[in-house]
């Protein structure tokens, strides 16, 4: 598959394209991402898909970015939070690409996320999420991964893998009345929000 890339646009640091984003009703958000073998992972034009999903979601200050979001239907995602402007209530999760990943909740404790995704512009809703999950993938190496994510940081590795599901938040929104602009959000849910975040991340420290 060919990436559609921005030609005006590279990302700061290197040449790396920046991929174009697919917004809300784009089939391929809808598709199950592929599975792909250890061949296909170690081939160069995955390698430098893998490059240039890290400098796309970098550019679009995005906590996570899956591959449909993309234009792609190969089974991989990539997620890091740093400073992150967009999110600055998120604890930091390190840079981790996840090949064929699955998630399993390994509690029935849930908690109310506030998610947004770069996928559905300025939009943002409340989604019920695993306290914990178990994640399985390989890494960009096609090493097994195998790790248990706790908190908050739960809540992001569950919204990546459902992008490979062909899964939205919004999907997941059950009160709809949660839904608000970016804006919206800032000056009437953004308080209550945080304090929950503060308390689930003192508990779980991720
Ligand atoms: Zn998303």
């Known amino acids: ?11 700061e640091d290197s040449n790396v394209p920046i991929l174009e984003i697919a917004p809300i009703g784009e089939p391929i958000l809808r598709r199950p991402a592929r599975v792909i073998d250890r061949d296909e992972l170690a081939s160069e034009a995955t390698q430098s898909f893998i490059d240039d999903l ?9 906590a996570g970015l899956a591959a449909t979001q993309v234009y792609d239907d190969r089974r991989i995602c990539v997620i890091e939070v740093g400073d992150n402007p967009r999110y600055p209530y998120k604890p930091k999760i390190p840079l981790t690409v996840l090949v064929n990943p699955t998630v399993t909740p ?3 404790e849930t908690f109310a996320n506030y998610e947004g995704c770069l996928s559905v512009p300025d939009l943002r809703g409340v989604v019920d999420r695993a306290v914990g999950v178990k994640v399985e993938a390989w890494d960009r190496h096609g090493e097994p991964i195998e790790r248990e994510i706790w908190g908050l940081s739960a809540g992001t590795f569950q919204h990546e893998v459902d992008h490979l599901d062909g899964l939205l938040f919004v999907d997941r929104v059950t ?15 953004r308080e209550a929000f945080v304090t929950r975040v503060e308390a689930l991340v003192s508990r779980f420290g991720s």
């Open 1 to 11: 598959m060919v990436h559609r890339t921005f030609e005006s646009k590279v990302s």
């Open 54 to 62: 890290i400098a796309t979601m970098r550019h679009a200050k995005g």
């Open 106 to 108: 390994i509690t029935e």
């Open 175 to 189: 009160d709809t009345t949660t839904l608000c602009t970016w804006k919206a959000f800032e000056r009437h849910h």
